[in-house]
């Protein structure tokens, strides 16, 4: 019996992600990308594997599971990672109030969590703004990555151990049942599976129009520290991050928070910005984001937006010794209507993966095995 052959449009996080999961079922697979390597919202990003951020049960089964696949490959490729855990940091009454709530539902549910007191933070972890600070949730679930070497080193481990070929600087212009062309070739599979992100916005434009999904834009920034083998200890967060994760919507204690950001940090508000730090194992402190929604953006970084940002994050670290060294912007698909992915059946045989919004890192490995898994 000859082996069916599928083929992967998109080689961001979700590609790679159903590119594994379709080899794993038996698949002779083939990824194809219009970039010579990935460049897009799949290594513009903190790196984060971010169970924390997940809500009780499928969601947070997913991001575990994700996690170990991601932990799984890196280890095969020999790249390092961070397993640094998280802490949420509170330096209001309202902040802490979510925390110690939030504490008590992770914890009796066998989540790896504990409560810190200022003190304990500030002897833990580096550079923590203890001024004002009440104190935070640690998490042991949360790795980080460099997304940037970590998704430039996937396509050459996936071909050694799963035998899964790539076919670089093609853009794929047309999809049909067992095929898809470019401008000069055409590739035939049993299966072809549509992952690329935004862009499949022109490969099925009357399918994209149809659905409750826009795209997402945001800003990040890099620091390296003056002081080599610096380290921060964990991911750090603050407030502005209970109201963004879905995790902490059960808190009956939220809507109190939520009102006084409304109130004193209107600017926050209206640019979607809650302010996050991560380190790579290298060293390297990935500083972030903004939130702009629509189909269109201006394409140049606003330096308002990141001055917002660190005005924020000089409350939580202390960041004199901090030197920066990039900033930049990416481009995502995201739901309205907050489902967490989107999975479509174009025709047998011809499946769109898509919309898992600023968790690809989190969760896309987990989504992918789940998906096909149904096929």
């Known amino acids: 019996m000859l082996q069916q052959k599928a083929i992967v449009v998109g080689a961001g996080i979700v590609g790679l992600a159903t590119a594994r999961a379709l ?50 490959c890196l280890q095969g490729m020999k ?21 110690e709530e939030m504490y008590s539902k992770f914890s009796s549910n066998n989540r790896p969590v504990q409560l810190f007191t200022a003190s304990q ?18 998490s042991d679930d949360e790795v980080i990555v460099d997304p940037r070497a970590a998704i430039k080193g996937l396509p050459a481990y996936l071909h050694t151990v799963y035998g899964i070929d790539f076919i670089w600087g093609t853009a794929i212009t047309g999809v049909t049942k067992h095929k898809v062309s470019s401008f000069d070739k055409e590739f035939e599979a049993d299966i072809i599976c549509v992952c690329s992100g935004a862009d499949f916005e022109t490969l099925f434009p009357s399918i994209f129009k149809s659905l409750p999904i826009t795209k997402s834009r945001l800003q990040m920034m890099r620091f390296k520290h003056e002081k080599p083998g610096y380290k921060i200890g964990t991911a750090v967060c603050g407030g502005l991050s209970l109201l963004h994760y ?62 917002l940002v660190l005005d924020y994050l000089k409350k939580m670290m202390h960041i004199d010794d901090w030197q920066i060294t990039q900033s930049w912007n990416g481009i995502y698909p995201v739901m309205k ?10 025709e047998p045989g011809v499946y769109i993966l898509n919309g898992i919004g600023g968790h690809g890192m989190t969760m896309s490995f987990g989504f992918a095995e789940e998906t096909i898994n149904t096929l």
């Open 23 to 72: 080899a794993i079922k038996g698949f002779k697979v083939t990824v194809i990308d219009k970039t010579q390597e990935a460049i897009g919202a799949s290594i513009r990003n903190f790196g984060m594997l971010w169970p924390v951020g997940q809500p009780d049960g499928a969601l947070y089964n997913r991001a575990k599971r994700s996690k170990e696949i991601w932990i799984e």
């Open 79 to 99: 790249q390092s990672f961070n397993p640094c855990g998280s802490v949420h940091l509170a330096y209001f009454d309202d902040e802490w109030a979510v925390i």
């Open 337 to 346: 209507n907050g489902d967490t992915d989107l999975f479509v059946t174009v």
């Open 246 to 307: 879905k995790s902490f919507a059960v808190a009956s204690s939220l809507p109190d928070l939520q009102t006084r950001i409304d109130n004193e940090m209107s600017e926050y508000v209206k640019h979607g910005i809650h302010v996050m730090v991560s380190q790579s194992a290298e060293g390297e402190l990935t500083v972030g984001d903004t939130h702009e929604y629509g189909l269109d953006f201006d394409p140049f970084d606003n330096h308002y937006l990141n001055q």
């Open 121 to 138: 933070i500030t002897e833990r972890f580096s550079g923590v703004n203890s001024r004002k600070l009440i104190g935070g949730l640690y």
